[in-house]
């Protein structure tokens, strides 16, 4: 398994595996450049996003297929964007979810309100309307900042 960057031939495997999840493909083709995929010899195990705005960014559509579950993917994909964050000077990161709230936690997330996310990353696709508004918001600070608390 290899955890690279997107290309843009994997989009349609990306958009199918995030369909398939039920989750929302709006916005994915306009941040594509900002992905992590998990190839398992050519074939998309899964894939995970970063729209960075400013010093905050988003972390958007972690998926792994069904094949590759609990098996340390989704770590991984994790992991690494979260590396990409800090090496692009990300302070803090959001994200939204309806199904993983317990998930993130053991890489530093929190929930947080919806009052706290920065305008900019609010204008994200997830943010207005991809994403339902009972969706939970988790955020996590990065780099130097996360080492100040």
């Known amino acids: 398994m290899q955890i690279r960057r997107a290309a843009k031939s994997d989009l349609p495997a990306v958009e199918k595996l995030l369909a398939a999840s039920d989750l929302p493909t709006d916005g994915v083709r306009d941040n594509f450049s900002s992905f992590v995929v998990a190839d398992d010899n050519g074939a998309i195990a899964g894939a995970i996003g970063l729209e960075k705005y400013g010093s905050f960014a988003l972390l958007r559509s972690a998926v792994v297929s069904p094949d590759h579950r609990g098996n ?14 800090e090496e692009a000077g990300v302070d803090e990161i959001f994200l939204l979810t309806t199904t993983a709230e317990e998930y993130f936690p053991r890489f530093g997330f929190a929930r947080a309100e919806r009052a706290t996310v920065p305008d900019a990353v609010k204008a994200s696709a997830e943010f207005r309307g991809a994403c339902p508004d009972t969706a939970i918001v988790m955020s996590r600070r990065i780099g130097e900042s996360a080492r100040a608390r």
């Open 72 to 85: 340390g993917v989704g770590r991984r994909l994790v992991e690494q964007l979260l590396e990409r964050a």
